[in-house]
C-alpha cells in the first residue's frame, strides 16, 4: 500500500535551472495538494487540485506551476529556480469531504 | 478568511500529560484534525473531531467545543518519541475546502 509517492527525495538546483517533482497517490482521492515548509515552520499551500481537471493557487504560488496529470498524479514545476525556493516539498492527498490529509515523504530542494 | 492559532512550542517532562491549543476562525466548520511531524519527517495524521466532546485514541486524545471555536490536543503518559511538531488543522469552504493549517506547536520532552 504505496499512499503518496513523491520524487525525487532530493535535488539541488542551480539558480534559473528548472525541474518538475512527481507525486502519485492510489488511495483514489479527489483532492491532490503541494505545500512547502521552511525550517521551523509551518505548511504553506502553493497550489491544490480539489479535483481531476481543476488546479488553484494557493497562498504561495508564485514561481511555480502545476498538473494535474489525472486523477493519480499532480506535478509542480519550477520554471526557474530561485534560491528563495530552497525548502521542503510535501505532496498530500484528501478527500473533498474529509480533513484527513496523507502525506507523501517531501523532497527536500536545495537551489544554490 | 479563515486562521488557526497554536503556541509555538511547548516543554514537558517525560512520563506527564501536556495539552496543546487550537483556536480557529472559519466562515464554515468541517471538522478540526491534528498531525504529527517528526523532525525530517512527513506530517501524520493523528485525530479528527466533527462534534463536540473528547476523542480518545490510546495516549493521545482530541477535544472540541464548536461554540467556543476552540479544541486541544491532549497527549498522556508522555514518551521521548513524542517529542515533534504538531499541527492542528481545519478545512475551509470559501476555498473550494482546502486545508488550513496552524503554525504548529513544538512539543519539547524533557527527561
Known amino acids: 500500500n504505496a499512499g503518496v509517492t513523491q520524487t525525487p527525495k532530493f535535488q539541488v538546483l542551480k539558480t534559473g535551472q528548472s525541474m518538475t517533482l512527481q507525486c502519485a497517490q492510489d488511495m483514489n482521492h479527489n483532492s491532490m495538494y503541494w505545500y512547502r515548509q521552511d525550517p521551523g515552520m509551518g505548511l504553506r499551500l502553493i497550489y491544490y487540485s480539489a479535483s481531476e481537471g481543476t488546479t488553484d493557487k494557493g497562498e504561495v504560488p508564485n514561481g511555480y506551476n502545476v498538473s494535474r496529470l489525472n486523477k493519480r498524479e499532480f506535478s509542480l514545476r519550477l520554471e526557474s529556480a530561485a534560491p528563495s525556493q530552497t525548502s521542503v516539498y510535501f505532496c498530500?492527498?484528501?478527500?473533498?469531504?474529509?480533513?484527513?490529509?496523507?502525506f507523501g515523504q517531501g523532497t527536500r530542494l536545495t537551489v544554490v | 478568511g479563515q486562521s488557526l492559532e497554536q503556541p509555538s512550542e511547548v516543554t514537558a517532562v517525560e512520563g506527564a500529560i501536556v495539552q496543546i491549543n487550537c483556536t480557529y476562525q472559519?466562515?464554515?466548520?468541517?471538522?478540526l484534525s491534528w498531525y504529527q511531524q517528526h523532525d525530517g519527517g512527513a506530517p501524520t495524521f493523528l485525530s479528527y473531531?466533527?462534534l463536540d466532546g473528547l476523542e480518545e485514541t490510546g495516549r493521545f486524545s482530541s477535544f472540541l467545543s464548536r461554540s467556543d471555536s476552540y479544541g486541544y490536543l491532549l497527549l498522556q503518559e508522555l514518551q521521548m518519541k513524542d517529542s515533534a511538531s504538531y499541527f492542528c488543522?481545519?478545512?475551509?469552504?470559501?476555498?473550494?475546502?482546502?486545508?488550513?493549517w496552524g503554525a504548529g506547536t513544538k512539543l519539547i520532552i524533557k527527561p
Open positions: 498530500a492527498s484528501s478527500e473533498i469531504s474529509r480533513t484527513e490529509a496523507f
Open positions: 473531531n466533527a
Open positions: 488543522a481545519v478545512r475551509d469552504p470559501d476555498s473550494n475546502y482546502q486545508l488550513i
Open positions: 472559519t466562515s464554515g466548520f468541517y471538522g
